[in-house]
């Protein structure tokens, strides 16, 4: 694993958890989307021998047969793994980049916080802005009042995610893993996390200026886990 777990949160699995549903929510909007590592818990075992939906993206594009200049452009299999990200979605001419992420400091911090590249596509500030504002209100709104904004944030090179991507990318913290509460409590909770992917569509759609009605985020595997009926409102 490339993180510590807290309190039962893994970053590297909620991660894919989360964009489990936000795929599955895009695609039933109509939009092709691009994986960067396996989602599905199901997939099976992957190039490692670990389950495929465990693995970095760097195994990811292994697996799926991508030029050996995507997954091995560093020095460790860590620093791969971040530029692989990007360099997928460059290759294969994305016309966004969502990276999501967890945060953790020193077990005192909480909220959400979304970066953008200082010198990355001029279209990111908005991408950021976007999603980070429906993500805030959508979970202030259903979940927490006082869910706490940390803002839109410029990076200057400090995220290889977003620094190498060639389209508007951002970067979304969640929440922090290491504050027992209110985060990490949250993120046990499978209501959060839903919304936090409807959320994070819907603020895709807003960036586009489309409407995406009757936004869905639970796939069909996992429709035996959970009744929320009000996530659909």
Request: aromatic share 14%; with cysteine; glycine share 6%.
């Amino acid at each position: 694993w490339q993180r510590s777990e807290f309190w039962g949160i893994r970053e590297d699995t909620l991660n894919s958890e989360i964009m489990h549903y936000v795929q599955f929510a895009l695609i039933s909007q109509g939009a092709t989307v691009i994986q960067l590592r396996q989602f599905n818990p199901n997939a099976g075992i992957g190039v490692s021998g670990y389950p495929t939906w465990q693995e970095n993206s760097r195994q990811y594009a292994i697996a799926t047969g991508l030029p050996a200049s995507i997954y091995d452009g560093s020095n460790t299999n860590y620093n791969s793994d971040i530029r692989a990200r990007p360099y997928m979605a460059n290759y294969y001419g994305a016309d966004i980049f969502i990276s999501l992420h967890n945060n953790g400091w020193d077990g005192t911090l909480t909220g959400t916080e979304t970066y953008y590249d200082y010198d990355n596509h001029p279209l990111s500030p908005l991408l950021a802005s976007s999603v980070h504002n429906k993500i805030i209100s959508t979970i202030r709104d259903q979940y927490d009042p006082d869910w706490w904004s940390r803002g839109v944030k410029k990076s200057y090179d400090a995220y290889g995610e977003i620094n190498y991507a060639q389209m508007p990318a951002i970067l979304i913290e969640l929440a922090f893993m290491d504050t027992q509460y209110p985060d990490n409590t949250y993120l046990h909770d499978e209501a959060f996390k839903i919304l936090a992917a409807k959320a994070i569509v819907e603020g895709i759609c807003d960036f586009h200026g489309v409407a995406c009605p009757n936004i869905s985020v639970i796939p069909p595997e996992l429709n035996n886990r959970f009744y929320l009926p009000w996530i659909m409102q």
